[in-house]
């Protein structure tokens, strides 16, 4: 092997199945490090006593971030940085 080749680094894959899923999703974004630690305890909370999580995303979202704080000190317009990191990474097409 030349001295300049790097051996190729494989990183696990996640099924686009798996992302479909709200639930699953947000794991993967919490275990990426996307999230903050209070909006992931408020999420699983809102999972673990809601098995259906309301068909309404939105809902959801409002019911379960209710008393969340949006992290302090965020960048982004000023629209962006009143959003909770979930409502933002999950996208708005799931907020209508």
Same mark, same amino acid.
């Given at each position: 092997?030349?001295?300049?080749?790097?051996? =190729?680094?494989?990183?696990?894959?996640?099924?686009?199945?798996?992302? $479909?899923?709200?639930?699953?999703?947000? @794991?993967?974004?919490?275990? *990426?490090? #996307?999230? =903050?630690?209070? +909006?992931? %305890? *408020?999420?699983? $909370?809102?999972? @673990?006593?809601?098995? +259906?999580?309301?068909?309404?995303?939105? !809902?959801?979202?409002?019911?379960? #971030? !209710?008393? %969340? =704080?949006?992290?302090?000190? $965020?960048?982004?317009? !000023?629209?962006?940085?009143? #959003? @909770?990191?979930?409502?933002? %990474? $999950?996208?708005?097409?799931?907020? !209508?």
């Amino acid at each position: 092997m030349s001295s300049t080749f790097e051996p =190729p680094v494989f990183s696990p894959s996640v099924s686009s199945r798996t992302l $479909r899923n709200r639930k699953e999703f947000f @794991h993967i974004v919490n275990e *990426a490090g #996307l999230l =903050p630690e209070h +909006e992931w %305890v *408020a999420l699983q $909370r809102a999972f @673990h006593e809601n098995g +259906e999580y309301d068909r309404d995303p939105g !809902k959801f979202f409002d019911i379960s #971030l !209710k008393d %969340v =704080p949006v992290l302090e000190g $965020r960048r982004g317009s !000023k629209s962006d940085i009143k #959003l @909770h990191y979930c409502k933002e %990474v $999950r996208g708005k097409s799931e907020l !209508k």
